[in-house]
């Protein structure tokens, strides 16, 4: 029992079992958020979804067989891939559609155009 006690009072032991601690936490978190992406990328494989495989090639789900873990990927015209699931490293998100509407882009100044001087004049 001495032993014990005398490790919970030296100052180093613990700080030692706190970053042990520390460590243990965090490997668990990131454990996690690991398991939740690939969940959320096998989520999203359905067919017209543009991915991009593991090998960097581009392409287009075509297909999603679930029971054999295949999809297939069309990856130019009349090139169609049969891969397995976790061939599949990235979901290309869909491009957002500008802010900007052609009427205030219209009046936007141009590069180099100070708008406060402009209007003065």
């Known amino acids: 029992m001495d032993t014990i006690t005398q490790m ?5 032991s613990l700080l030692m079992l706190g970053l042990l601690a520390v460590l243990i936490i965090f490997m668990f978190r990131s ?10 990328l096998q989520e999203g494989l359905k067919p017209g979804v543009e991915v991009m ?5 581009f392409g287009t789900v075509l297909d999603v067989d ?4 295949k999809v297939s990927v069309q990856s130019g015209p ?5 891969v397995h699931r976790n ?5 290309i ?3 957002q559609p500008e ?8 009046t936007s100044p141009e590069f180099g155009e100070n708008p406060d001087t402009d209007d003065k004049k």
Do not use: W, Y
């Open 87 to 91: 061939a599949i490293s990235t979901i």
């Open 53 to 57: 495989l593991q090998s960097g090639i």
């Open 99 to 106: 802010s900007l509407s052609e009427e205030s882009a219209a």
């Open 78 to 82: 009349g090139t169609t891939l049969v």
């Open 8 to 12: 919970f009072q030296d100052p180093f």
């Open 31 to 40: 454990s996690r958020k690991r398991q939740a992406a690939a969940r959320a």
């Open 66 to 69: 679930n029971e054999g873990n």
């Open 93 to 95: 998100p869909e491009p």
